[in-house]
């Protein structure tokens, strides 16, 4: 479920990448009404791309990188699949798993989180996720300093801002909040950009 839609079922496609003697897998699953391509346009561009490949010719990373962008840059589920693929074996070549690969800082152990849904008791965690971006920034601030109160002050919060702000009212949340116990903020803008992402940084 997400702040518009339920979904009962999705299909989707593993992708496998095979350099040398490794194999990498990724994963690409529009989500539909969602995701602004079909399975269709997925499959499709992979074959685009399969083709153009030259089997026994050297690519480097940059350059499989490069063309993964070049050929689904309208598709970044199959995007995200290939660049999965492709960072899964390279850090299968490097003996190191694909979270220290992408990331020297990443965490050995990510804690699963409670969603918190207006009774605590669905808490079961002291990680607790909110999803906000229903009514206005001020209500959502107003609702999140509600829902503290009702929780242990260890509480690590992860909010879900559902791609429901403008850059502005994101960084008005982000300043009034940051003085809780808060570990991410996911999805906080509309239609994001990376120029969006240093504005708010």
């Known amino acids: ?11 989707g496609y593993i992708i ?8 990498g897998y990724g994963e690409a699953s529009p989500l539909p009404f969602f ?8 499959l499709w561009k992979f074959e685009e791309l399969r083709i153009s490949l030259i089997p026994g010719e050297h690519y480097d990373k940059e350059e499989l990188l ?11 589920s199959l995007n995200f699949g290939l660049d999965i ?3 899964d074996i390279l850090s299968k070549k490097e003996g190191s798993p694909l979270s220290k690969y992408l990331n020297n800082n990443a965490l050995d152990v990510v804690n699963f989180s409670s969603i918190y ?5 669905f808490i079961n965690s002291n990680v ?5 971006g229903f009514k206005n920034v001020n209500s959502d601030i107003r609702f999140f300093k509600k829902v503290v109160k009702k929780l242990s002050k260890n509480t690590l919060f992860r909010i879900d801002l559902n791609q429901s702000y403008d850059v502005d009212d ?8 940051n003085k809780y116990n808060i570990e991410y903020i996911e999805e906080p803008i509309k239609n994001p950009t990376l120029a969006k992402f240093n504005q708010i940084k």
């Not at 479920?1 to 299909?11: A, E, I, L």
């Not at 849904?117 to 008791?121: A, M, N, P, R, Y």
């Not at 607790?128 to 906000?132: G, S, T």
């Open 170 to 177: 994101a960084i008005n949340l982000m300043s009034q909040l």
């Open 16 to 23: 496998t990448l095979q350099i040398d003697d490794y194999f």
């Open 1 to 11: 479920s997400n702040s518009q839609f339920s979904y009962n079922k999705r299909t």
């Open 66 to 76: 490069d063309l993964f962008h070049l050929f689904t840059k309208d598709s970044p």
């Open 35 to 42: 995701s602004i391509e079909s399975s269709k346009i997925i």
């Open 85 to 87: 693929a492709l960072y």
């Open 117 to 121: 849904l207006g009774d605590s008791t």
């Open 128 to 132: 607790v996720k909110i999803k906000l």
